[in-house]
């Protein structure tokens, strides 16, 4: 094993060691923290017009790329991009149509979201080379990126990842644990009320929000509020986008799927998650089994994730949850440093 992998190993167990016996941050904090997340300053315009919206924090090269996990955005970051752009740039990004993101009439796939996304580092604001960090769907596009510039991609870190042919793989292994149809319909049919209420007018800033398509969750600060629901109001592709994006999953998962992916010696972490969502009490035996099944496959699909590089490793985070940079943002942040310094020491 190489010094890469033992620094990568060794941090992950004393990071969340030490994480373990910290208090979370208290409310005023967490708002001040997504502040920047309000900002369009960043923002980078396409061919066709629309913004991709980016904040960007620090200085330096390689330029880290944040990709959220799926109906996330760039705010989802806000645990550890501050700490990460003490060592170099850092930029998330909001998918079309998520957060102050434009929406696009085009259908929306990872394959859109990722060529949106080459768009706009090709325009130049944002300058290469990049370590891509994607959590969950988000190392979907990391992936694919990835894939496509293989030269301009120079260390990756995926954060609890979406597996290739996720969808399919969970149909076989647990049916059981699909999204419940009718929940997700139900879902997807507020979201369709909203962007009617948005296209018709009906639904203003300060009017009626029945279906809380405007109200925002108390952690947010105000002026993220007022940026998302300006973005919305007058603007129905943004709802639409996310519709669209949300149906697309299982064809995103198919779409990521490259038996030929080599990322030869680049700087390469996966970081897996070791607690489970809880079973509910009385499940039977067969789904109990059947759980324990999905758990050894993801952490064998992260491990043959990580051996896409020679010099990839699949670190598994005592204590952490699928949301690893909110439970244990210091192992995020550390590989993230490794693997920074690790593409610096070859030069790129």
């Known amino acids: 094993m190489n010094a890469f992998k033992v620094l ?12 373990s016996a910290q208090q979370g941050p208290a409310l005023d904090e967490v708002r001040e923290s997504l502040v920047p997340y309000a900002s369009e300053e960043d923002a980078v315009t396409l061919p066709d017009g629309r913004q991709l919206a980016f904040v960007c ?12 996990g799926g109906g996330s955005n760039a705010f989802g970051w806000a645990t550890v991009q501050p700490a990460m752009a003490k060592t170099t740039r850092v930029c998330a990004w909001d998918r079309p149509g998520w957060g102050l993101s434009d929406g696009s009439a085009v259908p929306q796939t990872v ?18 080379p990049y370590v891509l960090v994607g959590h969950s769907l988000g190392s979907y596009e990391s992936l694919l990126f990835a894939d496509r510039h293989p030269e301009r991609t120079v260390g990756m870190v995926l954060v609890d990842p979406s597996i290739p042919d996720q969808i399919a793989t969970l149909a076989r292994i ?64 943004q709802y639409e986008s996310q519709i669209s994006a949300l149906s697309s999953i299982p064809e995103s998962s198919r779409l990521v799927v ?66 690893i940079q909110g439970s244990k943002p210091q192992v995020v942040i550390d590989a993230l440093e490794a693997v920074v310094a690790e593409a610096r020491a070859a030069g790129k």
């Open 111 to 128: 394959a859109t979201a990722t060529a949106d996304l080459e768009a706009a580092l090709a325009t130049g604001k944002i300058p290469g």
């Open 57 to 68: 924090m620090g200085v330096g090269s390689p330029t880290v790329i944040l990709t959220a």
């Open 258 to 323: 490259n038996p030929q992916r080599n990322y030869r010696d680049m700087p390469l972490v996966v970081l897996t998650a070791t607690v489970s969502p809880p079973l509910p009490p009385g499940t039977p035996p067969e789904q109990i089994a059947a759980s324990a099944a999905w758990d050894a496959h993801w952490n064998r699909a992260h491990d043959e994730l990580a051996a896409l590089s020679s010099r990839g490793v699949n670190a598994r985070v005592p204590g952490a949850n699928h949301n």
């Open 8 to 19: 990568i190993l060794a941090l992950s167990g004393l990071t969340s060691v030490v994480a």
């Open 174 to 237: 647990m049916p059981q644990s699909l999204p419940d149809t009718a929940q997700q319909d139900r879902m997807l049919s507020v979201f369709r009320a909203c962007a009617e209420q948005i296209r018709s007018g009906a639904l203003r800033l300060g009017g009626p929000d029945p279906g809380n398509c405007i109200t925002y969750p108390p952690f947010m600060p105000d002026v993220l509020k007022q940026a998302l629901a300006a973005k919305v109001i007058g603007n129905p592709l």
